[in-house]
C-alpha cells in the first residue's frame, strides 16, 4: 500500500464532490472511501496541505482541495470512543484516530502522553518527546525534534532538521481553506517557548531564539539591512533565511503610550546566523 501510485486528479474531483455535498456526504460510503484515502496520502507524505512551488510568489502553494478533504473528514466523522476502558477515556471523530507506528516506521515516540493525529506525516527519524501534538495535515519532514509540550499545528509544514523546542506553538489553519500554513523551512531552530501563528513562513536556517512569537500583525525589525518586515494583504510575514530574530521590544512613539513611556514587544533581527550561531543550535547528536 505505501508504494502505490494515487491517482491525484480523480482523488481531486471526488474529496470536491462529496465537500460540495454537504451534509449529504454523511452516511456516505463513497464519501468516506475518498477521505480514507486522502488521509492515508497525507500520512505517507504522497499528498501536502501546502508545497514548496518555485512559480509561487512565497515560494509555497496551498492545496486548498486537500483541506477541503480534511474538513470532509471532520464532517463525516462520527464521534467515538478511542482506547476506551480503564480510568481514562479519549472521545474524537471516528474519522480522525491517534496514529500508531511500529519500529520499521523510523520514528521515536517518547512514551508519556504524546499523539500523532491521523491524516499527518511524521518522516523517518523523526523524534518526539512527550507531551507533544502533531495535528492532522502536519508534515514533519526528516531528522526533525519536537520537543516536550510543543505544537505542531493543523497543515503546519515542518522542514528537514528542525529543532522545535521545548514548548515551541506552530499555529494551524484549516480554515479559510486558502490560508497559507505555518511553514519553517529546513535546518531552522525555533527556540523555546516561540510562537509562529498565522501563515509565517520561516525561510531555512533560520533561528527563532526563545519567547519569540511572530504573528501576521508582528512587525520585525531587520537592524542588519534597516528594514521593517510585515505581512500584506497577500504575502505571510517572511522570516528570511539565516536571520537570527529575538524577542525584543520598542518604545510607543506617540500618545499616551509614550506619555506612560509604555513599550511593545516586538521580534528583532540582530545578525544572521554565523559561526557563533552554529554554535550555539548544534543539535544533540547523540541523543538521536
Ligand atoms: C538566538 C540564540 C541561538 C543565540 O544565537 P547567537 O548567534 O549565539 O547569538 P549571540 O549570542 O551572538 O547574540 C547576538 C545578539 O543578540 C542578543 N541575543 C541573543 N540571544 C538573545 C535572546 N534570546 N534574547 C534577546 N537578545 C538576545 C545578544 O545579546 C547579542 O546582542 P549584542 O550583539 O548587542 O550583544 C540563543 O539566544 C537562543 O535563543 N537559543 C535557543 C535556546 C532554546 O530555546 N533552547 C531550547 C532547548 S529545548
Redesign the pocket.
Known amino acids: 500500500m505505501g508504494s502505490a501510485l494515487i491517482d491525484v486528479e480523480d482523488l481531486k474531483a471526488r474529496i470536491e464532490r462529496h465537500f460540495a455535498a454537504g451534509a449529504d456526504a454523511v452516511g456516505d460510503d463513497a464519501a468516506m472511501d475518498a477521505f480514507v484515502e486522502l488521509r492515508h496520502a497525507l500520512e505517507t507524505g504522497k499528498l501536502r496541505s501546502a508545497e514548496p512551488d518555485g512559480d509561487a510568489p512565497t515560494g509555497w502553494r496551498v492545496n486548498a482541495w486537500v483541506k477541503r478533504g480534511i474538513l470532509l473528514g471532520f464532517r463525516i466523522g462520527k464521534l467515538t470512543e478511542m482506547n476506551g476502558g480503564g480510568a481514562l477515556s479519549f472521545l474524537d471523530k471516528v474519522t480522525y484516530p491517534a496514529r500508531s507506528f511500529t519500529p520499521e516506521d523510523g520514528v521515536r515516540i517518547v512514551p508519556g502522553g504524546s499523539s500523532v493525529r491521523s491524516g499527518a506525516f511524521v518522516a523517518r527519524g523523526v523524534v518526539m518527546m512527550p507531551p507533544a501534538y502533531i495535528n492532522v495535515g502536519a508534515y514533519v519532514d526528516e531528522g526533525t525534534m519536537v520537543?516536550s509540550h510543543a505544537l505542531v499545528g493543523s497543515c503546519a509544514q515542518i522542514g528537514r532538521r528542525v529543532h522545535l523546542?521545548?514548548g515551541a506553538q506552530i499555529g494551524g489553519v484549516l480554515e479559510p481553506v486558502n490560508a497559507s500554513p505555518v511553514i519553517i523551512e529546513d535546518d531552522v531552530?525555533v527556540?523555546?517557548n516561540t510562537g509562529v501563528y498565522e501563515g509565517t513562513i520561516v525561510r531555512r536556517g533560520a533561528?527563532l531564539?526563545?519567547?519569540t512569537i511572530l504573528t501576521r500583525g508582528t512587525p520585525v525589525y531587520d537592524v542588519v539591512h534597516r528594514a521593517i518586515l510585515k505581512a500584506t494583504a497577500e504575502t505571510p510575514l517572511i522570516i528570511p533565511e539565516g536571520a537570527?530574530v529575538?524577542?525584543?521590544s520598542r518604545a510607543v512613539p506617540a500618545g499616551y503610550g509614550r506619555q506612560m513611556n509604555l513599550s511593545v514587544y516586538t521580534p528583532v533581527i540582530?545578525?544572521y546566523?554565523?559561526e557563533?550561531?552554529d554554535?550555539?543550535?548544534t543539535l544533540e547528536e547523540l541523543l538521536r
Open positions: 520537543d523546542s521545548a531552530l527556540g523555546g533561528v531564539a526563545a519567547g537570527v529575538v524577542p525584543g540582530v545578525k546566523r554565523d557563533k550561531t554554535l550555539s543550535t
